[in-house]
């Protein structure tokens, strides 16, 4: 099967939205635990301080296709300060 990007969407108060994607496809695969740091400051436009929504998923989030079966863990999703 096909590799699928694993990607974060925020959106806050005001219905503003970003999406940041794993830089390498194969994340979903990964046989071990990885840690993904992601800087707030990466999701442009989105206000931090107002975030209302998120959403963890895997392929184009534009784009689902249905079909994917699998197993992802998530776990100790934080917001700290740098």
């Given at each position: ?8 969407y ?26 993904w ?21 895997v ?13 992802i ?10």
């Amino acid at each position: 099967s096909d590799a699928a990007v694993v990607y974060v969407y925020l959106e806050d108060s005001a219905g503003k939205s970003a999406v940041v994607s794993y830089p390498d496809s194969t994340l979903a695969y990964a046989p071990v635990w990885l840690e993904w740091k992601i800087p707030l400051s990466s999701f442009a436009g989105v206000n931090a301080a107002k975030i209302k929504k998120m959403c963890i998923g895997v392929g184009d989030r534009k784009n689902p296709v249905a079909g994917g079966a699998g197993l992802i863990y998530i776990d100790d999703i934080r917001i700290i300060k740098p």
